[in-house]
């Protein structure tokens, strides 16, 4: 492109009757540029005119209070010498002459001294007074002694200050006075003092301002008018006199009412500085004028030069600028040299014009003579080839030929780099688009208004449309099943708030999966998406085929537990049985087989009680069992555990168990936590064949959600933690990943189950907690339960279940679905005193109560045929008969009667299979719970 800033400067140029109104228009300004500097200069010079005015009144106004304070030192002293005269004369002894000269010779500026009578006749006299011309004294005193005003007396006369004093007798009568004459000379003292030169005068003036004294260099010929001036003057401030020879003037009272002294300057002495610094600044103004006018001159030459220098660039410029447009047009390098070689030629007025189009390193220019190399730079400052011009002998390059050369250089190049930049672009779009052609991806661009603004192949593939149909087209139209859908609403949330978008998503059209990455942009939204519809079928057959290796796992495990389990109860019975029969028979009991009923029903039942167990961990694992929570103090539970586990353990471990005081309450159920507890400690001993330590500890930990993000903990808050750990064998990576996995455990066949941490597991987060393992090889074994922290306010209202074994005559109303066990429940309840009515479903129990049956206890299984749970038989049961006990029994209660894993508070539930004590206990404790007898905690 051209460079604009050149060919402004052509345009201004461009007609004479523009350059003749610019012509002007600097002419108008400068003249008025001028005018406003006069006048700034003006009021510059009588501002300073002012000032100089005020700075040297400022200045009178010092010297005359510096020459007041001068004056009155010499009148006070006068008048002092005065008065010890006046005190003096008439002492017996004294010389009044001697006085006199004494006197004189102490004063400053003292002319001589007389004494009169009272009548004014002149008694003694010293000094240049002459004592035979007294009238003037006698016709200014005699009043003042006449009168015997009690200030002394001061006046003017023949050009003299005289100061009088009276001379008074011992007994107060006036005998005379005693006068003393000041001169001028002390006051042209003071004047010279001052620096009063040139027309400046000190004046002394009398009250009437009839009389003066003058001193300074124009006292004498100023006299007459500076009296005739000072008559009629104000006495406050400087003043400037009028006349001929106008003055400064400050006046200062000496003696208040009697005696003035006047300061005068000359105005023309103090404007003498401002009168010289205005002539100068009236010669540089004079300098500027004619500095400005030959400027003008100057210009009008230089600009009638322009103008004939005008058309010719302009011509070249047209010539230059439809160059360059032409050239802009071109898309092949070639083309563009020559054309830019033709006319080259012509612009440049060169023999030769030749464009090298070659890249590399930038070569230094050539200097200016009859050939001229111009190196061809893109806006990055890279080359793109050489322009090389040759002219006739004897003709070179002037600087407006290089202004020009630059341009063509420039419109030359442009036009290169956008050939090279258009080349390079298409270039660039065939690769991409072949790029984006061969992903597996599909790739759309959506504008803001949903329209297809790019797709590619695969794209086309998944959504089964051609490209040429959807480009151009709105998504939603194009695709009408999107409208509402899951998809749709991410897009729209995506491109609303402008925060990339990942997903996977049905398109049930299509009767595919698709997983969808939306990036928004200004310009739109850009979307990637494949087809995973068959990874999802093949990750569903995978889980079904894990789920079905976990129930298979899980079988093979139970069975094997339950088979031998089996074994030892159907074998024991069987060897009851047959004794009985032998029994029945008379056959003979040996002597040693005695007791063996009892041997055998009390194995028959421990086998029944590990499968009970074997039952309540599975549930424990699966987080199906029913918990009882309650309020548990935990320290003191692990104080009572202690004894257990000291016996739990071998002699070569060693077990420590630490807790805080104040460590927080917990809501658990305690039997559940007492057997995790226990659980953990026989691993740990097991884990530790040839002795270790066992450290048991607790602690109150708060959860914040940095420490939760890294552990991968869901809850946060305050929590009591239980650790056990030990110093044993320890675990790898691969062990500890499923140490929480059923049926899986290290240990020798027959010395372990493989549920005891998934108990664990199972209960702690049952309870709302969670568990954390950490183990090294050869190192030992933490294992870590966080359980939720319990208030005691929390507890309050539960009532501890005390169990017993004992009966009662009141009527149990008896809801089972199995025969079997219905039965055996039957007969354990009417064992116990009790009055049965047995229901095989819930229907049947509902219409035994509608039928008038009023039983003191629902004892009912939780899940029953026919519909309706145990939960729904004892709502219905309870609006029948208000105040019916209930007492749930369940070998496996679901979800029906727990929430969040726990019973709700009041619902009272038995596990199958249970012994006929605890179920004793449990009804007592529905019926009778203050006399319930306690229990020991199975």
Same mark, same amino acid.
């Given at each position: ?36 500097? =006069? ?36 009148? @006070?002293?006068? $008048? ?139 006292? /004498? ?47 023309? @002495? ?9 002539? /100068? ?15 003008? !001159? ?18 070249? =410029? ?37 464009? $090298? ?13 009859? $050939? ?17 011009? +040759? ?9 407006? @030929? ?22 390079? /672009? ?48 709105? =998504? ?5 099943? =999107? ?9 729209? +949330? ?81 060897? !009851? ?47 199906? $069992? ?94 009591? #933690? ?8 320890? #675990? ?139 939960? @729904? ?66």
């Amino acid at each position: 492109m051209l460079d604009r800033i050149p060919l402004r400067l052509f345009r201004f140029l461009q007609a004479p009757r523009r350059i003749r109104r610019r012509a002007r228009e600097v002419t108008l300004v400068g003249g008025l540029a001028l005018v406003l500097l =006069l006048g700034a200069a003006l009021a510059a010079v009588l501002d300073d005119r002012r000032r100089a005015l005020e700075a040297a009144a400022q200045e009178l106004a010092r010297v005359a209070d510096a020459t007041a304070a001068a004056a009155r030192l010499v009148t @006070d002293a006068a $008048q002092r010498q005065l008065d010890d005269v006046a005190a003096g004369v008439g002492a017996p002894g004294e010389d009044i002459a001697a006085s006199l000269r004494r006197m004189v010779s102490r004063t400053i500026g003292a002319r001589g001294a007389v004494v009169l009578s009272p009548q004014g006749e002149l008694r003694a006299a010293t000094g240049e007074i002459e004592a035979t011309d007294p009238a003037l004294l006698r016709r200014e005193m005699l009043p003042w002694l006449q009168h015997q005003a009690p200030l002394p007396w001061l006046g003017m006369a023949g050009g003299v200050l005289w100061l009088a004093q009276r001379l008074t007798a011992p007994d107060g009568t006036v005998t005379g006075a005693v006068a003393l004459a000041l001169g001028g000379e002390w006051l042209a003292t003071l004047a010279q003092q001052a620096g009063i030169d040139g027309e400046g005068e000190l004046v002394l003036l009398d009250a009437d301002r009839q009389r003066a004294i003058v001193a300074g260099p124009a006292a /004498t010929a100023s006299l007459p008018a500076i009296a005739a001036l000072l008559r009629d003057a104000p006495v406050s401030g400087p003043v400037v006199l009028g006349g001929s020879g106008r003055r400064l003037l400050a006046f200062r009272p000496l003696l208040p009412g009697r005696l003035e002294l006047a300061v005068l300057r000359g105005v023309d @002495d103090v404007l003498a500085g401002w009168w010289r610094r205005a002539t /100068t600044t009236a010669a540089v103004l004079a300098g500027v004028f004619a500095l400005l006018l030959f400027a003008g !001159l100057r210009l009008r030459h230089r600009i009638v030069l322009l103008q004939r220098q005008n058309l010719r660039h302009m011509r070249q =410029l047209a010539q230059l600028a439809t160059i360059s447009e032409r050239l802009s047009r071109l898309r092949d390098l070639t083309e563009i040299a020559a054309r830019a070689e033709s006319a080259g030629r012509s612009l440049l007025s060169c023999e030769c014009v030749e464009v $090298q189009l070659c890249r590399g390193p930038v070569l230094p220019p050539e200097p200016a003579s009859r $050939q001229r190399g111009v190196e061809l730079l893109s806006t990055g400052g890279e080359r793109l080839g050489r322009l090389v011009l +040759t002219r006739g002998a004897g003709e070179g390059f002037t600087a407006e @030929d290089e202004l020009l050369l630059e341009q063509f250089a420039r419109a030359v190049a442009s036009a290169l780099e956008g050939a090279t930049l258009l080349a390079d /672009t298409m270039r660039s779009k065939s690769e991409l688009e072949m790029i984006l052609s061969t992903i597996s991806d599909g790739m759309v661009v959506l504008d803001p208004g949903w329209v297809f603004r790019y797709v590619n192949a695969a794209a086309a593939r998944y959504l089964q449309r051609p490209c040429e149909e959807m480009l151009g087209a709105c =998504l939603w139209e194009l695709f009408p099943g =999107l409208t509402g859908s899951e998809m749709a609403e991410r897009l729209q +949330t995506a491109a609303a708030t402008g925060q990339d978008a990942v997903f996977t998503s049905a398109y049930p059209p299509l009767n595919a999966w698709f997983e969808l990455r939306a990036f928004p942009f200004a310009g739109g939204l850009t979307l990637y998406f494949r087809d995973v519809t068959a990874q999802r079928e093949t990750e569903e057959k995978l889980r079904q085929a894990q789920k079905l290796e976990a129930i298979g796992q899980l079988t093979n495990g139970i069975a094997h537990d339950v088979n031998n389990l089996l074994t030892v109860i159907l074998g024991n019975l069987e060897l !009851l049985a047959l004794r009985a029969e032998d029994r029945e028979r008379g056959v003979p009991e040996p002597e040693e087989e005695r007791g063996l009923d009892i041997t055998l029903a009390e194995a028959g039942l421990r086998a029944g009680e590990s499968a009970s167990r074997l039952m309540h961990r599975l549930l424990a694992f699966s987080r199906r $069992q029913a918990l009882a929570p309650q309020v548990v103090a935990t320290a003191d539970l692990l104080q009572s555990l202690q004894p257990l586990l000291d016996r739990t353990l071998s002699e070569q471990v060693t077990l420590r168990m630490h807790w805080p005081a104040d460590l927080w309450l917990t809501r658990v159920d305690p039997a559940e936590l007492e057997s995790a507890i226990l659980n953990l400690t026989i691993n740990a001993k097991d884990a530790m064949p040839g002795g270790g330590t066992l450290i048991i500890e607790a602690a109150n930990v708060t959860i914040d959600r940095v420490y939760a993000a890294v552990a991968g903990v869901e809850r946060t808050g305050d929590h009591v #933690m239980i650790s056990v750990a030990d110093t044993g064998i320890g #675990m790898g990576k691969e062990v500890m990943a499923r140490a929480f996995d059923p049926f899986f455990t290290t240990k020798a066949p027959g010395k372990g189950t493989g549920l005891g941490l998934s108990m664990v597991y199972g209960f702690t987060r049952q309870s709302g907690g969670h568990v954390l393992i950490d183990s090294e090889p050869g190192q030992g074994t933490m294992v870590r339960l966080y359980l939720p922290r319990a208030l005691p306010e929390d507890g309050a209202g539960e009532a501890e279940v005390r169990p017993g074994v004992a009966g009662g005559d009141e009527t149990i109303l008896l809801v089972e679905d199995n025969d079997l066990v219905r039965a055996h429940t039957e007969t354990m309840l009417r064992g116990l005193g009790y009055t049965v009515v047995a229901a095989p479903d819930g229907a049947t129990a509902i219409r035994r109560l509608v039928d008038g049956l009023g039983p003191d206890l629902l004892l009912t299984d939780v899940i029953l045929p026919g519909g309706m749970t145990g939960r @729904d038989v004892a709502e219905r049961a309870q609006r029948l008969v208000p105040g019916l006990k209930v007492l749930f029994i369940s070998g496996y209660a679901g979800n029906v009667l727990m929430e969040n894993g726990r019973l709700p508070p009041g619902v009272d539930l038995l596990g199958k299979p249970f012994r006929r004590s605890e179920l004793a206990a449990r009804i007592r404790a529905q019926l009778a719970p203050e006399t319930a007898p306690p229990l020991e905690r199975a």
